[in-house]
């Protein structure tokens, strides 16, 4: 961390919401936030080259220190230039640890005090993760936002298994700083289930160690939507004004909107990459999904006020045509316009803000998702 | 064909061979000699958008009426602006008949004077392809080439079947050309196997049509190699000088060469596009399978000469990674490498041949691939 510029600036701020618009200085470059990550698990966005990824507008990719530590191997990246670089993308890039594949994919072998030993998916080797081991990685790679190992308990836990989440994963984050140079920037992270007297002392724990920025974890794994929401709100106002707030794994775009309006800066999901793959694009009006017989002689574009590559070229009876077909240009041109999307979301919550016409503008995007041509949220 | 300006131009001729350098002009731009076209069968090159292409220098792109008679039809295609502005191409495209699919996708029904019936392999219907329905078909989807139905006889076939096959293109030929309105360029096509009567006798029945243009059909299909030459190089021989000339299928960048040197101008084949989906490479010292373990951390372009965006950007330690992790980016940038190979290849053909150093050109660009560190040919 430079002293002379912090590493997370508030730059706007709505009076009647805790939306705040930001920027992130990292070495390779400025975030401006509210951000939403690409998902680039194993290195590679998937259907979008960084090229695409820059010209839609995406300035930090997310990767997973976990996956590339087992394929291509940690050295392998380092030796081609770190992680960055290896993607051909040159700008910021933050890790996630693998902390939520233990959860998610459930490969666990073991977990105790010292970490996770988990079961490779790849050649059923036994793999150790520690958070020492975690923060090596990640610096091996050379990111630039640090995630670090925590502990995710799923929903629904009993109490003491989320307890003991919440005490590991702040025992966690104290090795964790430990073994931070101070190279990139590492993230707390908060756990506690749905539980908010356990996120209150997870926050408290977290914030303590008076780190760059600060991420809730432990939600979208399965809980009901409104518990969801309210402790996502509770655990915004938790963390510090100064520091940028990442929600892990969400959401949505109405999720992302009620999220900004919470205080959170930073967003990844798999969902407009996934989605597009199997042909449900995202609209100003809602989801389509393309496959759908009646887009066959339509020739609007997917969204007609999109202003994506994809909407000024291709009919949706084209990306039909292709959906059906089973082309890769379908996974291609659907990626690129569900990336463009959620990309121009942001970037429109951004400018929002930014004019102070926040409440108006965020009601006017949540009145059109609903009442669109689209399958409903 | 407007009266004024005629449908194809020799521009140069290299003395020592018959190697020309040309112009097509179609209603949708001029595509320059010799020429490669990427493949899409179905209305999309596989990995690839039409921007990519662009880029790369394709100006022509083939595509298959019978496949997309069947997908999405061709009425569909017609309302959306027929098949150029369907692909979000908008540049001239030429379209095979589906005569050749007979052959190869093996699911003849049955084949008489009259024309062919085939089993769909997307459904099992039973479709009936036709000299003037294969028009049709193509008027239809509004193509600057038009390639005719023909009768392409398998490798090796007896002397009779050869005949029939010979006799038949000629007869379809004469029902396509009564069929054709005048729109976009029919071509004629040749037939006759490796029997060089056969082939004498249907080059002079195609050329007594006067079509725009003419291609050989019935190679690439088994022969062995030195036939393939010997029929090819004579089958150039046998067509005007004034018209394009197509060979059907073909090939490597070795044959190209030798085709171009033969007096042929337009090429299409799936090695570059299928090549790159399995990690094998073209590059100006031979092909490489990115796969290769020997690649893993190394950190050099795939071809340090090449100018394309992906040897400017990423190294054979990440599309190999990408190759071994079965992500999509590694089709799309192996797509566009091998693309740009193709296309920068008879790029450098015309250039060649404009600033009449043909002969050492191709000498040269021969060496490279025969003695690079690539697998050989």
Not at 115 to 121: A, L, P
Not at 127 to 137: D, F, H, M
Not at 265 to 292: E, W
Request: aromatic fraction near 6%; charged fraction near 25%.
């Amino acid at each position: 961390m430079s002293g002379a510029r912090p590493f997370f600036e508030v730059l706007a701020a709505d009076p009647s919401s805790r939306a705040r618009r930001g920027r992130l200085h990292t070495a390779r470059g400025a975030v401006d936030t509210p951000a939403f990550m690409p998902v680039a698990t194993g290195g590679a966005v998937k259907g979008a080259t960084p090229e695409d990824l820059r010209r839609l507008g995406a300035q930090l990719l997310l990767a997973n220190a976990y996956h590339l530590s087992l394929r291509p191997g940690i050295e392998a990246v380092h030796e081609l230039g770190g992680l960055s670089r290896f993607m051909g993308w040159d700008g910021p890039v933050l890790t996630d640890s693998g902390g939520f594949q233990v959860f998610s994919l459930a490969q666990l072998v073991e977990r105790n005090d010292d970490g996770v030993r988990i079961r490779s998916h790849l050649d059923g080797s036994l793999q150790s993760l520690t958070p020492e081991r975690v923060v090596e990685i990640e610096q091996r790679l050379g990111v630039d936002v640090l995630m670090p190992l925590d502990d995710c308990a799923p929903y629904p836990s009993e109490p003491g298994r989320l307890e003991e989440s919440v005490t590991r994963t702040a025992r966690w984050l104290e090795r964790s700083r430990a073994a931070w140079s101070g190279q990139g920037a590492l993230f707390g992270i908060v756990q506690g289930g749905v539980v908010a007297a356990l996120r209150e002392r997870s926050a408290e724990l977290s914030v303590a160690l008076d780190l760059p920025g600060y991420a809730v974890g432990g939600l979208s794994v399965g809980e009901p939507r409104e518990l969801f929401y309210e402790t996502a709100s509770a655990g915004a106002d938790r963390l510090p004004r100064e520091r940028p707030r990442y929600l892990m794994g969400a959401g949505t775009p109405q999720d992302l909107i009620r999220l900004v309006s919470m205080g959170y800066d930073l967003f990844d999901c798999v969902l407009p990459t996934r989605n597009a793959r199997n042909g449900t694009l995202f609209t100003s009006r809602g989801r389509l999904n393309i496959r759908n017989a009646r887009f066959a002689r339509d020739p609007g574009p997917v969204d007609p006020r999109c202003p994506c590559p994809v909407c000024a070229r291709f009919s949706r009876g084209y990306l039909r045509h292709l959906a059906v077909s089973g082309e890769i240009l379908s996974a291609i041109l659907n990626t690129v316009h569900n990336l463009a999307y959620y990309l121009g979301l942001v970037a429109g919550l951004r400018r929002a803000l930014e004019q102070g016409r926040f409440p108006e503008y965020t009601s006017r995007i949540l009145c059109e998702l609903a009442g669109g041509e689209g399958e409903r949220e």
